[in-house]
T-cell receptor
């Protein structure tokens, strides 16, 4: 069945780059998403990538997709304390826009 | 700003006492979704409405129901809440659900955190 896996925790120094990794299982996924969740809040759509792309850049965010290995990553350049949050990877699966989420990666940014 | 609004942000109910959570949207999207998110877990889809058409996930307990009286509003009803139903409930919308129409990103509200006494 569908499954999305993420590492649970990442700690980086302020100003460094963060790389959050994700693997998924549904090879027919056409869109993959990254969402950000701050404490006590809902999910904020950060970016997405279409499956025929290898890379997408959006300001400080870079998404890399390796479709062969079913591996997705989110790189945040110049990480700031405001980037501290939980980041969820999600694949669009099934015939009706269903999202399958990973368990989330908690990013901690320290001075 | 167009958005997805959930009320209340925090809800406390008693074991077995019915509770209703509310979601409204100003995006005029056709699809509304309800997710359950337990602590440190991934959000899990319970069901969605495509216009007035209700679509339940196979593993959603019968205790969970939903209503969509119009395009803007959708409600989540929990008929007899148990301790295991304590969670964050997230509402989301998308313009469409037809994957042949390209990207249909889901937009989320801030959630309602439900506690059961």
């Amino acid at each position: 069945g569908e499954d999305v896996e993420q590492s649970l925790f990442l700690s980086v120094r302020e100003g460094d780059s963060s790389v959050i990794n994700c693997t998924y299982t549904d090879s027919s996924s056409t869109y993959l998403y990254w969402y950000k969740q701050e404490p006590g809040a809902g999910l904020q759509l950060l970016t997405y990538i279409f499956s025929n792309m290898d890379m997408k850049q959006d300001q400080r965010l870079t998404v890399l997709l390796n479709k062969k290995d079913k591996h997705l990553s989110l790189r945040i350049a110049d990480t700031q304390t405001g980037d501290s949050a939980i980041y969820f990877c999600a694949e669009r699966s099934g015939g009706y826009n269903k999202l399958i989420f990973g368990a989330g990666t908690r990013l901690a940014v320290h001075p | 700003d167009a958005m997805v609004i959930q009320n209340p942000r925090y809800q406390v109910t008693q074991f077995g006492k019915p509770v209703t959570l509310s979601c409204s949207q100003t995006l005029n999207h056709n699809v509304m979704y309800w997710y359950q998110q337990k602590s440190s877990q991934a959000p899990k889809l319970l069901f969605h409405y495509y216009d007035k058409d209700f679509n339940n996930e196979a593993d959603t307990p019968d205790n969970f129901q939903s209503r969509r009286p119009n395009t803007s509003f959708c409600f989540l009803d929990i008929r007899s809440p148990g301790l295991g139903d304590a969670a964050m409930y997230l509402c989301a919308t998308s313009r469409d659900r037809d994957i042949l129409r390209g990207n249909q990103p889901q937009h989320f509200g801030d959630g309602t955190r439900l506690s059961i006494l």
